[in-house]
């Protein structure tokens, strides 16, 4: 489904049951993933790559040089960059710097992410928030610059301290996690 209203460039590349809506822009070059939603005025540059089931809300861009892969959830008016020291008077197209954010990451509303850094699987950036460096699988990071102040579980709720050393569990799934040297992974 494409508004009208929307702008979708030949040569892009859309998957199934994609929606697109209200004065959106897709550029010639971007990869679209299947089940994905952009939201209004949601502008996808040249060489991006959108996985499956990326829900984009209301007015983000997404510039080039961002790849978002599978799930994930990019909330209203969120922003990325893609020069580290843009000048309206210096041309730096070939400084484009790559951002990842990985399976499942969520990016609430008014958070800015800063270029070249990679947001992990299960992380959860909370509104507002600026991100200026790498964040681990299932980090919850708040704040200006944003800082690390608990996990997020896969569901999308902030884990819980277990009766085990270093084991953080999902209150609502239930799920347990083992933390290790700084980085968390789901006990399978």
Known sequence: MIHPSAIVDAGSVI????????FSHICSKAKIGARCV??????VADHVIIGNNVKIQNNVSVYE?????????CGPSMVFTNVINPRSGVNRRSE????LVKRGATIGANATI????????????G???VVTKDVP?????VGNPARMIGWMGEHGERLVRGSEKDEWICQTTKTR???QNGLLTKVI
């Open 15 to 22: 998957g199934e049951d994609t929606k697109v809506w209200h």
């Open 38 to 43: 952009l939201g209004q005025n949601v502008f």
């Open 65 to 73: 040089g961002v790849v978002l892969e599978d799930d994930v959830f």
């Open 96 to 99: 484009y710097m790559k951002t």
């Open 114 to 125: 800063v270029c070249g850094v990679t947001i992990g699987e299960f992380a959860f950036i």
């Open 127 to 129: 509104a507002g928030a």
């Open 137 to 141: 699988n299932f980090a919850l990071m």
């Open 177 to 179: 996690y083992h933390e």
